[in-house]
């Protein structure tokens, strides 16, 4: 290994107790500060990151809150790096909104923090408020050790990447892009230490993502009395349309980085399931080991764009015959598509010129047609982000391997992306692969994996920053 490399693992202990205590506070606070769309406040889960910073020792001019309007301010903070440096900084994004949470559905209150069997419950905890804090209890201890890094590290805390209309990523890209300078952008919203029964098997960096479509489906008719139906049925004809689209799944096809992803996911999995993964990469591929491989609905959502039905409404009365019919169709888009692309192949899927295709945009907007977006090809592997990972990596999960990772939702890294930053989701959390419970219900994180997180961060911004 090398000279920083042998560092890293010297300076690896457990995480020290008073870093323990203060990021489960920080957690604790992010927790309890309810900062969803619809009754919650960003402002105040970024006013308490930005109190921590300023306690820490951050000056104020370097913790500079903007966005749109009072309830959704974002933090951008600055950990300041040597006067002199020539290299752009390197950007964190985070999100601190969250899922809307529903006291009812849940067993405990998913705005107070608890600590329970080994594990932190709270909305937020697995998406993303746990990330968050490993990041800022990280900039805190760091400033206490006097640390400057080569270069200027920057947090951006933002709003709206779970739904809303002020996604902050966007914004401050849009309106403060002087705070987003950056050479590469590392997200730990995705990313992170897979589990399997609590024990490390890998660690993903998300390296290309998927993009989000909603469309509708409308069939109209000019309905009549139900007492004379007619074979023209406006709910029918939807329905054939379904129909079609559960029948028919989009063509497998791969890139380069879920080949890579499945290439190293086979040297570590069952001998059964490595066999279908060699025949899911052979070319031309193995039909019998696909149909196998995409049972598994993470497996199916890796290889192939999914379009699924996720609402549905129709008709005005008991006893008419439906004027109409409409059907939510979700997306999730494989990179080297457009929304456009996929509208006009669930139109010659339906072949039914009566039925439209609409693109339902994030804030409800309805139009004829979608976005040309999609996700831009993946960036490549920068050593100045993958050297150093290695390294932490290696001392504190010595077995683990490294793997490039596609992720199956969509993150605010298409917007760095698309303003031409390449970015990485990466993290040291660590979550069952059978447990994610994010935008579920009971969310929780395991205690050990957050504080595990925590030194990871700290561990990692020193060797990026070095
Ligand atoms: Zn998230």
Request: charged share 25%; glycine share 8%; net charge negative.
């Amino acid at each position: 290994m090398f000279v920083c490399g042998a560092a890293v693992a010297q300076s690896a202990p457990q995480l020290p107790e008073q870093d323990r205590a203060l990021s489960r506070e920080i957690f604790k606070q992010l927790i309890e500060v309810n900062s969803e769309d619809s009754d919650g406040s960003v402002t105040a889960a970024a006013v308490v990151a930005r109190n921590q910073l300023l306690k820490a020792g951050f000056a104020a001019e370097d913790l500079v809150l903007a966005g749109p309007n009072e309830r959704k301010q974002d933090l951008v903070a600055r950990y300041r790096g040597a006067a002199d440096s020539k290299l752009k900084p390197i950007l964190i994004i985070g999100h601190i909104d969250v899922v809307e949470a529903r006291r009812a559905d849940w067993t405990v209150d998913p705005f107070v923090f608890l600590e329970k069997d080994g594990y932190f419950y709270g909305r937020g905890t697995q998406d993303m408020k746990g990330a968050d804090a490993t990041v800022i209890e990280s900039f805190i201890r760091l400033k206490r050790e006097g640390w400057v890094p080569k270069r200027d590290i920057v947090l951006a805390l933002t709003a709206d990447e779970e739904g809303g209309k002020s996604n902050g990523v966007d914004w401050l890209l849009k309106n403060r892009p002087e705070l987003m300078q950056a050479e590469f952008v590392l997200n730990p919203d995705s990313g992170g230490v897979e589990l399997r029964g609590g024990k490390a098997t890998a660690m993903g960096v998300e390296a290309t993502e998927k993009t989000y479509a909603d469309f509708r489906l409308t069939a109209t008719n000019r309905g009549g009395h139900s007492s004379l139906p007619r074979p023209d049925n406006a709910i029918y004809e939807l329905m054939h349309a379904l129909d079609k689209l559960e029948a028919t799944p989009f063509p497998v096809e791969l890139n380069d980085v879920t080949r890579a992803e499945l290439a190293e996911e086979a040297k570590i999995t069952t001998p059964e399931r490595a066999a279908a993964i060699r025949g899911v990469l052979a070319v031309p591929p193995d039909a019998k080991a696909v149909a196998e491989f995409v049972k598994v609905p993470t497996d199916n959502a890796l290889v192939r764009t999914t379009c699924v039905a996720t609402l549905l409404s129709a008709g005005h009365a008991p006893n008419a015959l439906p004027a109409m019919a409409t059907a939510n169709v979700n997306c999730r888009i494989l990179p080297g598509h457009s929304q456009e692309q996929v509208r006009q192949q669930l139109i010659a899927l339906f072949a039914d010129p009566k039925l439209t295709v609409e693109y339902v945009a994030d804030d409800g907007t309805v139009s004829a047609d979608a976005p040309n977006r999609q996700s831009l090809p993946p960036p490549p592997p920068l050593p100045a982000v993958f050297v150093p990972l290695r390294e932490v990596t290696a001392a504190m999960w010595p077995e683990i391997p490294v793997i490039p990772t596609m992720e199956a939702g969509a993150s605010d890294s298409i917007y760095t992306m698309a303003a031409g930053l390449p970015s990485y989701g990466v993290s040291g959390i660590g979550v069952d692969f059978d447990d994610v419970r994010a935008h579920g219900r009971d969310e929780r994180l395991r205690v050990e994996s957050f504080y595990k997180g925590v030194e990871f961060y700290y561990l990692y911004l020193k060797a990026l920053g070095m």
